[in-house]
């Protein structure tokens, strides 16, 4: 691994706040790309973790304390993130499913989005349906954005995009999904318009159905 970034990678996965904000800075000092840092230093470190909690060597205060580093290191990382000068693409509405309470990955597309000129409505967790309907029918959402990590939590995009269609807005809002068990058949399998793999994709995929 680049040694500019192998220290903020371990200090995510030590959950070491103060060495994931140091090492954010360290690795923009060097003259990294935001973007790298971000894929290789950060994302790639909370892969780890999953795969570290999957082994059964990491408990759940494991996961959550390199998950406060991951946001700390984000915060330092994100007006590097944004590029300043766009216009409103469009507006989405994003939040992590009902029942579900990663947002990393949310609060990471929320990001790119907003960084690619879209207006951001940010649900939050645990968004129950009626929360969505109410994005697009008041707030005005083109495009609506569900975040799922868990297999458990997964059905409630369908039973979402069916409150949507429900309410009488499946027409007038595009539907994109993702998260770490998310897949494109899936998509297709619940009537979602989209599906993107990671935060980057996410922002080609708004762009190309708006
Ligand atoms: C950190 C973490 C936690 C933290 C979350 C903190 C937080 N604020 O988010 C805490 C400790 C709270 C937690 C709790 C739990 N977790 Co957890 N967690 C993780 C972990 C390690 C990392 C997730 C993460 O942040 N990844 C980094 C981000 C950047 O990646 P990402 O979320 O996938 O997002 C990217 C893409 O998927 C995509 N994307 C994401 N959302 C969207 C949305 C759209 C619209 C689009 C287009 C794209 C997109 O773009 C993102 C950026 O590139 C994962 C492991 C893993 N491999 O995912 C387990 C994992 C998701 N957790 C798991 C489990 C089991 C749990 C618990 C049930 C544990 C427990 N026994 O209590 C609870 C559930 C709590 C709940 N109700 O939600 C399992 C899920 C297994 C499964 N198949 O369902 C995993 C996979 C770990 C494992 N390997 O077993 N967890």
New binding site residues.
Partial sequence: MNEKYAALYNAILEGDVAGAQDGVQAALAAGLEPGIILAEGM?AA??E???L??EGEFF?PE??I??RA??AGLTLLKPHLLSSDVKSAGKVA?GTIK????????N??ALMLEGAGFEIIDLGVDVAPDKFVEAVATGGADIV???A????TMPNMKATIEAIQQAGLRDKVKI??????VTQEYANQIGADG?????SR?VS?AQSLL
């Fill in positions: 994302i909370m892969k973790v999953g795969r909690f999957e759940v996961m959550l390199s998950a991951m946001q994003i029942g579900d309470l990663h947002d990393i990955g949310k990471l597309v954005a569900f975040s990590l868990l297999t458990t994109i999904i993702g998260g770490a068990p599906f993107a793999s990671d935060a996410a995929l």
